[in-house]
């Protein structure tokens, strides 16, 4: 599994609040990303980072921001949570970037519920 | 835009069948596909990948070919069993270091 943690499992927030969830690894791989889950869509991309302070957006970052000033922790960020945010949430890091022969492992998701 | 295409009906298959799954792909082909397995509750994990140059892999019971002509990958599990039951993501590379998720398909291998 990579030595991923997600923390928390399980949130459930107010419309309006900020909300920070956490993905440690533990395993010193350069580059994570950080996905939500809902159903009808699979999984999409909302941040990604390729090292410390160096991050990109993915296809579905409006409304969250991410920071990596360490390694092994990237955080996500909904500075305003709206129901629309409401989701599982998978942290993952990547194998082998540019290589061919890249392999994504997942951390256990986060659930989130915003009411 | 770059997508990727699963069928989001559940595939239900009798113990000791071949499974197969489809993966189909748009616009230009990407350099490889990764297959994943997704139990309820789980993040993804990890099954196959197979290249653009390599028209099939193979791991244990499970099968994976990529057509570049069709835009199709294919997934295929022999003699499949009740524990092969999840969620089966199909993934393409996309630029650089990020990735495209299919919505999977859900695979139940009745006993």
């Known amino acids: 599994d990579a030595g991923i943690t997600q923390s928390p499992r399980h949130k459930v927030t107010e419309t309006g609040t900020p909300v920070t969830l956490r993905c440690h690894q533990t395993?010193?791989?350069?580059?994570m990303y950080w996905y939500r889950q809902d159903p009808g869509h699979g999984l999409r991309l909302i941040h990604y980072?390729?090292?410390?302070?160096?991050?990109d957006k993915g296809e579905v970052s409006d409304g969250y921001s991410v920071s990596r000033s360490k390694t092994e922790d990237f955080l996500l960020t909904l500075e305003s949570a709206t129901s629309s945010q409401t989701s599982v949430y998978f942290c993952?890091?990547?194998?082998?970037?540019?290589?061919?022969?890249?392999?994504?492992?997942f951390g256990p998701g986060t659930r989130l519920l915003v009411l | 835009s770059q997508k990727i295409e699963q069928n989001s009906e559940a595939l239900n298959i009798q113990e000791g069948k071949t499974a197969t799954l489809t993966c189909n792909y748009t616009?230009?082909?990407?350099?490889?596909l990764q297959w994943y397995r997704q139990d309820p509750g789980r993040g993804p994990v990890f099954l196959l990948l197979?290249?653009?140059?390599?028209k099939e892999k193979r791991k244990e019971r499970l099968k994976v070919t990529f057509d570049t002509t069709l835009k199709q990958s294919l997934f295929h599990i022999t003699a499949s069993q009740p524990a092969d039951s999840a969620t089966y993501l199909c993934?393409?590379?996309?630029?650089?270091?990020?990735?495209?998720f299919g919505t999977g398909t859900r695979l139940k291998v009745l006993a």
């Open positions: 993952a890091i990547s194998t082998y970037p540019g290589q061919g022969r890249e392999t994504q492992y």
């Open positions: 395993e010193n791989h350069r580059y």
């Open positions: 980072s390729y090292g410390v302070k160096d991050t």
């Open positions: 616009n230009y082909s990407p350099a490889y």
């Open positions: 197979i290249r653009e140059n390599e």
């Open positions: 993934a393409r590379s996309s630029g650089t270091y990020k990735y495209i």
